[in-house]
């Protein structure tokens, strides 16, 4: 059974995130957080007319180990879009755990880079919104960050892939954000506009993601324990920092 790619991407957002604040550290879930998500799933479900679909999305979930159940303020954040959109209104990049220990220089903003994301979004077709979220989760718009194991920049590129974007200067803004953004194309394209694979595969790299068996948001909710669980967070804080942008 199909389901609209709207609302699983949003019960990843929700499911994924609660049990993370958006620095990445653990929270506890209450009974009470539960309850929230399991109204808004069955709400989902009494009027969609994707029951099975989305029970199994989000039996698929709660049973990985590295998620919990919703918390009351990611409900909240998510509560809009979630009724919006059921009722019609080798790694590439530096996986999570690692940025977490990058060096810091001097950092900038989202709006300090927003002709450079727009520009990159244009012409590569990819919404700027993706674009800050997934610098926000890389790099926290630091365009000097540098991982221990060597990944660069803003969008956090390792020099093998950079170089293979055409990046010679991945602390330039310019050529970073360039390039980050056409791989993230690339693996858009490659996952046919499916944002939780392309996304696990800028992480864990597309190698790592079809060995998994993943090609589809259904995918990656059905076969998540497959994939390490710093990509599974990585995916999740990705789309919860999207959702500021939106």
């Keep these: 059974m199909s389901i609209d790619p709207r609302v699983l991407k949003t019960l990843l957002q929700l499911q994924l995130t609660s049990n993370l604040d958006m620095s990445g550290n653990s929270t506890t879930a209450t009974s009470g957080d539960s309850d929230v998500f399991g109204a808004l799933l069955q709400q989902m479900m009494s009027g969609s007319g994707n029951s099975t679909g989305l029970s199994a999305v989000a039996d698929a979930l709660s049973n990985s180990g590295a998620v919990d159940s919703g918390s009351s303020s990611s409900a909240a954040m998510f509560l809009q879009p979630l009724v919006a959109a059921s009722y019609g209104s080798a790694a590439q990049v530096q996986p999570a755990t690692e940025t977490a220990n990058m060096t810091q220089v001097s950092g900038g903003s989202n709006s300090d880079y927003d002709t450079l994301i727009n520009e990159a979004g244009a012409k590569y077709g990819v919404s700027p919104t993706l674009i800050k979220a997934v610098i926000q989760t890389e790099s926290s718009f630091n ?34 954000i360039e390039g980050g953004t056409k791989f993230l194309s690339y693996l858009l394209e490659k996952y046919n506009g499916n944002e939780a694979a392309a996304l696990a595969a800028y992480n864990a790299g597309p190698g790592r993601v079809d060995r998994a068996g993943i090609k589809t948001n259904e995918d990656f909710a ?9 990509t599974q967070k990585y995916v999740g804080k990705v789309l919860s920092a999207q959702s500021q942008y939106v």
């Design 143 to 176: 365009p000097n960050a540098e991982s221990h194991a060597g990944a660069k920049g803003l969008m956090q590129l390792m020099d093998g892939t950079a170089s293979g974007l055409g990046v010679t200067d991945s602390f330039d803004p310019k050529q970073n």
């Design 222 to 230: 059905e076969k998540i324990s497959n994939l390490p669980k710093e």
